[in-house]
């Protein structure tokens, strides 16, 4: 399956745990800038975070800190 599409001349990848047909975030990493989109809406904004910013969000992802369940994983 291609998990991998174009827009505004960016190409973006979409995880391949992502059901087909489903929303999900993609991704576009291009010079030092790493770019976000929501798969199932078209015209959703691209969202734009520099490569500190992105490593400190992975940070807290990792670290659990985004975790909807109280207590962590």
């Not at 691209?46 to 940070?59: G, P, Q, S, Y």
């Amino acid at each position: 399956m291609n998990n991998t599409f174009v827009k505004n001349k960016l190409i973006f990848s979409k995880s391949s745990f992502s059901p087909r047909g489903k929303s999900c975030v993609a991704v576009s990493i291009s010079g030092d800038y790493v770019y976000l989109t929501d798969t199932k809406d078209t015209h959703a904004p691209i969202l734009t975070f520099n490569k500190k910013e992105w490593e400190a969000f992975l940070a807290g992802v990792n670290a659990g800190e985004f975790n909807l369940t109280p207590g962590g994983k």
